[in-house]
């Protein structure tokens, strides 16, 4: 069995690369492009959005429509956001006669996602792992209008989102998305399943934007302040590593009932919480 699957991923390969060749293009290396071929990872990826047929979608960075096709075949809406300007083009020939998909052209950083959505939309991507903390980050800034995200990511950051404390990936990535959201792992996937391959794994990650947040705290600002002073200076005590943002570590340390000789990678999201709003009222 084993080897049918293996040849049905060679062909697939191969037909990505056929595509890139009529295009005369390769992958930019400065996009981080590595095309997603292989089917049945796809299939998978889409099954993890949950799709009824209903849904509005939004794929980010769909490159030549892998992830798309499926997409396309399961949701009411779908709105494509690439960047490249020839794989634009191709999506919107390739799409033409399904008036259900719009391909917007441009970097999905700059862009006013609330004019390009409407709640809920449901988001996958296979995000370019050198932009793929600030686009989770701009996601879940809008959570009131995404309530699944479906991303493919660097196995580590994967990891670090899911890190609990005093795991060796915590750290503030952890903190500042468990804050926002919850996050399961979907799937594994080998760089076999890409063009080019990847120099490291990846993995494909749910995560879920929390309608209201786990836990109060008197000033967000503050909170992603405090998490990320704290880890900046991860191996000192805290209460040296937190004294970039406040001139009374100790005392703060104290109000929050938190002992000063620990380290940041200690702490729980409900001990940030405290922290932080013990400085927000200092």
């Known amino acids: 069995m084993a080897r049918p699957a293996r040849q049905g991923a060679t062909a697939a390969r191969g037909q990505v690369r056929r595509e890139l060749a009529a295009l005369d293009r390769r992958p930019r290396k400065r996009l981080a492009q590595h095309l997603l071929a292989d089917r049945n990872i796809i299939r998978r990826i889409v099954d ?21 096709i499926e997409l396309a075949a399961r949701c009411a809406q779908l709105v494509l956001i690439e960047l490249d300007r020839d794989f634009a083009a191709r999506l919107r020939e390739r799409f033409v006669d399904q008036p259900h998909v719009a391909v917007v052209e441009g970097d999905v950083l700059k862009m006013d996602l609330r004019a390009r959505c409407s709640a809920p939309t449901i988001v996958v991507a296979n995000l370019p792992y050198n932009i793929s903390t600030p686009v989770l980050f701009t996601l879940l800034d809008h959570a009131e209008l995404f309530p699944r995200l479906v991303l493919m990511l660097q196995r580590e950051v994967a990891q670090r989102m899911r890190a609990q404390p005093s795991d060796e990936a915590y750290g503030a990535l952890s903190v500042l998305v468990q804050f926002r959201a919850r996050v399961r792992h979907g799937l594994h996937v080998d760089p076999a ?11 494909v990650v749910v995560v879920e934007p929390y309608a209201a947040l786990p836990i109060p705290v008197r000033d967000i600002r503050v909170f992603r302040s405090v998490v990320r002073a704290a880890f900046q200076q991860r191996r000192k005590q805290l209460v040296n590593s937190i004294a970039t943002v406040t001139n009374n570590a100790a005392g703060v340390l104290r109000a929050a009932d938190i002992d000063p000789t620990r380290r ?6 409900r001990e940030f919480g405290r922290l932080a709003d013990a400085i927000a009222a200092a």
């Open 193 to 203: 399943a890409f063009v080019p391959r990847p120099k490291v794994q990846s993995e």
């Open 48 to 68: 993890l959005a949950e799709l009824t047929g209903a849904e509005s979608v939004l794929e980010i960075g769909p490159g030549l429509g892998a992830l798309t």
């Open 264 to 269: 940041p990678e200690t702490l729980s999201l």
